[in-house]
């Protein structure tokens, strides 16, 4: 059983920085890709980026190209998402989901856990 935790969300001003962790309780964090997705209100789940399994290969949504980074330690069996130029259109709750195949894929159904989500609200 994985169980997975994000932290770090909160309120910024726009072309503020966030970073957020996800936590997995579970042995298993290491065994596949992890991505990153988001919410807002009244809108369907999105895309956001996600790592390999080693780390070693990231990909992102084109909204957020050059000012998100994607990172993990294994170690620690944390994943992290740096938010830097944040806008007020990145305004969601975050979510933090574990694969089971070793890259990381864009699809919401190629992910078998799923964190509670953290709110993320950029504003002025």
């Known amino acids: 059983q994985v169980q997975l935790v994000e932290s770090g969300g909160g309120l910024v001003q726009p072309g503020g920085s966030l970073r957020l962790s996800c936590t997995a309780s579970?042995?298993?964090?290491?065994?596949?890709?992890m991505g990153w997705f988001r919410q807002a209100p009244g809108k369907e789940r999105e895309f956001v980026g996600a790592?390999?399994?080693?780390?070693?290969?990231?990909n992102y949504a084109d909204s957020v190209k050059g000012r998100f980074t994607i990172s993990r330690d294994n170690a620690k069996n944390t994943v992290y998402l740096q938010m830097n130029s944040l806008k007020p259109e990145d305004t969601a709750v975050y979510y933090c989901?574990?694969?089971?195949?070793?890259?990381?894929?864009?699809?919401?159904?190629?992910?078998?856990?799923w964190g509670q989500g953290t709110q993320v609200t950029v504003s002025s």
């Open positions: 989901a574990a694969a089971r195949l070793p890259y990381g894929p864009t699809r919401i159904n190629e992910y078998d856990y």
């Open positions: 790592i390999s399994k080693s780390g070693g290969t990231t």
């Open positions: 579970g042995r298993t964090f290491s065994n596949g890709g």
